[in-house]
């Protein structure tokens, strides 16, 4: 019996985070059952396979952090860059990859070689991910809109495919230093908040319908309006381009923008 027991494969199931990866990065190393018996995949992995032993990982901040501080001292700051890019993307195969990679390049002379090891499958993916997960949050640093409310501070809401959240609010935390703002990731329920001349700090499990509740200030529809008139003002009628438009700024970004609405106040005027 014990034999077969280890021929099964140990699946360690985690949560689909930054924490969460790193801690089943820890738990799965940490199980000394050998790399090839063990995988790492996601909790919305949702398809069980037969001799397979399923293990829930609880994301642990500390085992995080010591994970995360190894990778940084022997992988490097440029391959941390790229899981930690990679972790935001949705792939049901990214746990698992982040894993060997952080495996391989441990077993590395040299740790900080790992990131340019395309060749390899494994990091090939996390690069791939890294990619998109950047272009995504890239996107978004130009394309978020923020409305004022009564007590001043400024909200946005978003519906990204990824996870950027935590990739963009240093950006709008250096745009934006001085003033109370709050981001609010509609799929995930997540929100940056930042308080002035404070920083910010991210927020699980938030009530999405106390924000849409909140009531903008006198002034947001005026200045709504306004950007309105401004972007119809400056636009060229006979160099209208639809297909290029649809390129550089597609449909899914423009629920949140005012100025694809005549009737939508939800959406802020000011171009960040």
């Keep these: 019996m014990s034999s077969c027991h280890y021929l099964m494969i140990r699946v360690f199931q985690c949560e689909d985070t930054l924490t969460g990866i790193m801690t089943g990065v820890y738990d799965a190393w940490d199980s000394r059952i050998g790399h090839k018996n ?25 085992k995080a952090e ?29 746990a698992d990859a ?35 997960a950047w272009h995504m949050a890239h996107q978004y640093t130009g394309f978020v809109r923020f409305r004022e409310l009564e007590n001043g501070v400024l909200l946005s809401e978003i519906d990204a495919e990824a996870d950027v959240l935590s990739l963009i609010a ?19 329920g997540k929100a940056a908040v930042h308080s002035r001349g404070r920083g910010y700090f991210l927020l699980e499990e938030v009530d999405g319908e106390s924000f ?6 006198g002034e947001e529809a005026g200045f709504e309006a306004l950007w309105r008139s401004f972007h119809k003002v400056i636009a060229v009628e006979a160099r209208v381009n639809r297909k290029l438009q ?8 423009r629920a949140f923008m005012n100025e694809f609405s005549e009737t939508k106040t939800s959406a802020q005027g000011k171009n960040l």
């Design 38 to 62: 063990v995988r790492l995949e996601t909790a919305c992995n949702k398809t069980m396979e037969l001799f397979c032993e399923y293990v829930w990982t609880e994301p642990d901040i500390e």
């Design 212 to 217: 849409l509740k909140l009531q903008s200030s």
């Design 246 to 253: 649809m390129s550089v700024l597609p449909k899914k970004f």
């Design 98 to 132: 982040i894993y060997r990679m952080i495996v391989l390049g441990l077993h590395l002379p040299d740790g900080t070689l790992i990131s340019s090891m395309l060749t390899q499958p494994d990091v090939r993916l996390v690069f791939e991910l890294r990619r998109r």
């Design 66 to 94: 010591k994970v995360i501080r190894t990778v940084k001292s022997r992988l490097g700051e440029e391959a941390f860059d790229m899981i930690a890019y990679a972790a935001a993307c949705v792939h049901d195969k990214k």
């Design 170 to 188: 240093p950006h709008f935390a250096d745009r934006l230093p001085m003033e109370n703002w709050i981001i609010y990731d509609r799929r995930r």
